[in-house]
């Protein structure tokens, strides 16, 4: 079965600190990772990463993925408290028998919160 | 362009009864799935239509169930609700994988 690890499970840091938050994944037929900031209710997407494009970067916050360690790391540089959430990571996966698509698997999330 | 759209916002049912939710995917995307987020085990696939086919289940009991009609939206119904049940339910739209998906904000269930 998939499996999708993140941790720290919840982590309280300072404004202007700078964070890394991991995910470790266990995945058939991988096809892409994908990481989701949730603050309320609907999770807002932030990267993909697939085999052809292991880092990603968007003002302060970069990824990349390791598929060598099925691995991938979020970072969020001098943070603000605009960035505390939820943050989710998510796998694509084509699953060996029982389905006709590829599906995702989340991780139990990150809980990220910034301090003033 | 509208974003997902899910109703009703939130729910509240009694133990035995059974529910019914909708989602209206983003105009031209054609794949919806459900997933159901609890703080216990986080977000939990359960299924994923494409042209009103299911294309993908997860591991939840035969009391979910869900369809999709030809203008894409789609419902899931869970029976003989139990206390477990409790939930936020997200859908996702999405028009290629490869494009990624986009949630809508999800029905609070609460069962008592």
Redesign the interface.
């Known amino acids: 079965e998939d499996k999708v690890v993140q941790s720290p499970l919840s982590l309280v840091v300072h404004e202007g600190d700078t964070v890394t938050l991991n995910c470790s994944y266990e995945v058939t037929n991988f096809r892409s990772l994908l990481w989701y900031k949730q603050e309320k209710k609907a999770p807002t997407f932030l990267f993909m990463l697939t085999s052809s494009g292991i880092e990603k970067k968007s003002g302060r916050l970069s990824s990349i993925l390791d598929k060598k360690e099925l691995s991938s790391i979020l970072n969020i540089t001098a943070t603000q408290t605009g960035d505390s959430a939820i943050y989710l990571c998510a796998v694509e996966g084509f699953p060996n028998s029982g389905g006709s698509n590829y599906k995702l698997t989340f991780g139990k999330g990150t809980l990220l919160t910034v301090n003033p | 362009k509208a974003?997902?759209t899910q109703t009703p916002r939130y729910l509240i049912k009694t133990r035995g009864q059974q529910v019914t939710l909708s989602c209206s995917p983003i105009s031209g995307h054609r794949?919806v799935?459900w997933?159901q987020q609890t703080p216990g085990?986080?977000?939990?696939?359960l299924f994923?239509y494409?042209s009103e086919t299911q294309?993908?289940?997860?591991n939840f009991p035969g009391r979910f169930s869900g369809r999709q009609f030809s203008n894409s939206r789609s419902e899931m119904n869970v029976s003989t609700l139990e206390l477990g049940d409790s939930a936020?339910y997200?859908c996702?739209s999405s028009r290629e994988?490869?494009y990624?998906?986009?949630?809508?904000?999800?029905t609070?269930l609460t069962v008592v």
Not at chain 2, 41 to 45: E, H, I, S, T
Not at chain 2, 55 to 58: A, I, L, S, V
Request: glycine share 20%.
């Open positions: 974003g997902v794949s799935s997933y085990q986080g977000l939990q696939f994923e494409f294309r993908n289940k997860g936020l997200l996702a994988t490869v990624g998906y986009t949630f809508g904000s999800g609070r």
